[in-house]
């Protein structure tokens, strides 16, 4: 019966999209309806036109505007023209510059596209931008990846869980202007969720955007590049129609911030990690926007530089991807695998695939590395990029787990500590008796505290943030103190 009622909920819901095109997103409606007497001509090969503007009418040059496959400028008028395929284009969008806010409608990010009318000849969209009083310098960005709800219960767990502790993190942030982002897998194909869910991280009380992951597809269909017939139901559609165009972008402060798919998605969840051609190509086009040096943010589902598990999530192009970024200051934000791992390609290419909020789908409160539920915060002041990760229900401080000889059942004889958000940069020392005794030795292996929640059952995941010691026959007490790149320090005290 639910699986019934939630068909009808999407038959529903395909039949009203076309009824919202270029409608205003009922940001900045008073001011639309002014520039609609604003007169922009017709050019012969296009088919979406329109202005941008500020809150006061003004008109605003210089803004990239895009179709999901075309991209233009506006001029000087703030007028734009894009020679859109309106059997393809689904979404015209706007790249917010860094002079103006973000817009939200119920706490979710919204403004920045409409939805184009296929069935006119030619559609005008027009956008209304909000100007910032001061240029923005230092924000928060919080990165979260797979809350993966699979039904009411498991959306109850995000709720009463993940939420509240992001609530709490936001009010300990204080003033800075904050942003979240989801990656991917906002839900575990359940199209009827998306509703409860978008309340849910929209009573955030700050701005949240969202990327598309495998589990956001509607499995009944092939995504839009993998179909025949553009005028039919396709696989993104009803994620698209809940949290915009797939791919987007808009500029904070000093950084760059993207989103795209890098989910080939057919039918019946039949899919490959890697980045579609007209992803690879919108953002090549997105890109040659903004100035070489520029550090950018990019969003994704699937990871591009994991060593662990063979690589077995990553993208199968990521070269390309790779290619396209080289001449840019890049932080990757992943997630997928429900593991924690950082991996930098070059200097300037640092992949975060960070562990997911879901942790190992609900089982419990540890993802399959044994990082715990939770998300990362990123701490951005000009091109300062630090960030820390934030374990559900746990102090910022928690950033690792010590396990006693004998609590480690495959390293019995050793003192072990699971470090989540190490990288090469990061030191882990051991201390006995109060005297230095060097770095604790890294190791592969499967995590305790997932095995544990699994009631003993190992699966076969092993991670490369394990360290281990064996202690000193008699020793009493020993310190574990990690430094992590940024200079930062966090012990435990052990007695034996």
């Known amino acids: 019966m639910r699986r019934f009622l939630q068909q009808i909920t999407l038959w529903g819901w395909m039949l009203m999209l076309p009824l919202a095109a270029c409608q205003a997103q009922s940001v900045g409606g008073e001011v639309k309806q002014q ?146 982002m989801t990656l991917g897998d906002n839900v575990w194909d359940a199209m ?68 795209i798919s890098d989910i080939d998605y057919f039918q019946d969840r039949k899919y490959k990690e890697r980045i579609p051609q007209d992803q690879l190509e919108w953002l090549k086009n997105d890109l040659s926007y903004v100035k070489p040096g520029t550090t950018v943010f990019l969003n994704m589902h699937a990871p591009v530089l994991n060593k662990t598990s063979n690589g077995s999530g990553n993208i199968k192009n990521s070269a390309e991807l790779l290619d396209l970024l080289k001449d840019y200051n890049v932080h990757i934000f992943t997630g997928h695998t429900h593991f924690y791992e950082n991996e930098e390609a070059a200097p300037s290419v640092y992949e975060h695939n960070i562990g997911a909020a879901c942790g190992a789908w609900w089982a419990g409160e540890v993802n399959r590395c044994g990082a715990p539920n939770g998300y990362l915060v990123i701490d951005v002041n000009g091109d300062s990029v630090k960030w820390h990760y934030k374990a559900t229900g746990h102090d910022l401080s928690y950033q690792f787990r010590v396990y006693k000889p004998r609590e480690f059942q495959m390293q019995p004889d050793y003192l072990v500590a699971n470090v989540w958000d190490w990288d090469v940069a990061w030191k882990v020392q051991y201390y006995e008796n109060g005297v230095l005794q060097g770095s604790m030795e890294q190791f592969a292996d499967e995590d305790q505290a997932f095995i544990d929640m699994k009631k003993g059952k190992a699966e076969g995941y092993k991670t490369a943030h394990l360290f281990r010691v064996k202690p000193t026959k008699g020793a009493k007490h020993a310190r574990i103190e990690v430094v992590n790149r940024f200079g930062e320090i966090y012990s435990q005290d052990v007695k034996f």
């Open 35 to 180: 520039l609609s007497g604003v007169v922009v001509p017709d050019k012969e090969g296009m088919t979406v036109k329109g202005v941008v503007a500020d809150e006061a009418g003004k008109p605003v040059a210089g803004v990239v505007v895009n179709d999901g496959f075309h991209f233009a400028t506006t001029n000087a008028a703030g007028i734009y023209y894009l020679p859109s395929d309106l059997a393809r284009s689904k979404y015209v969008s706007v790249s917010v510059p860094a002079a103006y806010r973000i817009q939200v409608s119920k706490g979710v990010a919204d403004g920045y596209y409409t939805r184009l009318a296929g069935g006119q000849t030619t559609n005008r969209c027009d956008f209304v931008l909000q100007t910032r009083p001061d240029r923005l310098s230092a924000f928060e960005y919080v990165a979260m990846s797979d809350p993966q709800v699979r039904n009411y219960t498991q959306l109850d767990r995000f709720q009463k869980e993940t939420v509240p502790d992001l609530k709490a993190t936001v009010a300990q942030l204080g003033n800075r202007e904050i942003y979240v």
């Open 192 to 259: 009827d969720l998306f509703p409860a869910y978008k309340s849910a991280i929209g009573s955030l009380g700050v701005p949240v955007f969202s990327t598309i992951g495998n589990h956001d597809f509607n499995r009944a269909y092939n995504s839009l590049q993998n179909s025949e017939d553009p005028s039919k139901p396709f696989a993104e559609e009803i994620y698209e129609a809940t949290f915009g165009p797939v791919a987007y972008s808009f500029d904070l402060g000093k950084v760059h911030v993207v989103t």
